[in-house]
């Protein structure tokens, strides 16, 4: 029995992994933006992996706002909630405005993603990106505990069409690019302009606005998008987040038709 299950876990992973070294789109992080981008594009048939540093994916949903696990959300993404099967209750005093449990805004998202066919590898950390012939072409990857150890390991190489920064706000990825590959931007001054303190309504509509393709293949949803663009930040109101992973999904979607 203890050997049947050892070689069962081993191979079905090993299966998982080498399906998903090669695929259509890569997400990093398995924030709320990336978790309703990657089922969106999975719904329509597109190969898309999620790479997540933590144990958890979920990202800033679990804790609410201060830890107490309740978020807002206004109308407008009440439709992409509905497609996960993610409850919500109208605000009395603000119509338009919902609250929902972070609980069950996280479990959901990620069980969303992955019925929709999308594949998450969890504890994995992205650390660098493929650039080929000036394009993004994939993402280096390794094991989250062999980064935060400083183990002395190599990494191993996911390809793919497409790469969506979900990292939140510190856009690891577009960051990297910028300093490593020493890309452009398709921004203002051709590099990440920075996170804007707080104003709510501002930066759930610029996160959406900023949701966009940065540099060739190289796209950008959520809080990322917001610190590449310069937008504010709202804290716990999540329908920003929601539809710029489906804005994501959809520009991708028309990029690798294109
Ligand atoms: O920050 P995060 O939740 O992403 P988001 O979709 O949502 C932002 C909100 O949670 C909140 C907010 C709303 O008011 O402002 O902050 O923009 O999740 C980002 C995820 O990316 C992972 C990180 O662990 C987190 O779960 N991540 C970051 N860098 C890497 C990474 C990396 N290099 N490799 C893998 N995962």
Redesign the pocket.
Known sequence: MENLVSSAIVSSFNAKLIDNLQVDVAI????????VAAKYLADVGVKTAI????LA?????WGGGMLFNE?VVQRDALEILDDFGIGTQEIATAPGFYTLDTVEMASGLIFGALKSGAKIFNA????DVVFKNDEIGGLV?NW?PVERLGMHVDPLVVIAKRVLD?????S??INLATKKAQIKLDTPTGGILGEKPMFAIS?EAS?VENTREYFPNLFA??????NVMGGY??????G??LL??RKAARLIQESLQR
């Open positions: 990093v992080g398995g924030g709320p933006s990336a978790l790479f997540e540093r933590k994916p979920g990202g800033g949903t978020a994995m950390s992205v650390e990857v989250t979900g990292t939140g706000h510190p690891e990825i930066g996160t949803c959520g809080m990322s998008a917001n930040r709202m804290g716990p109101i999540f920003g987040m710029s992973g």
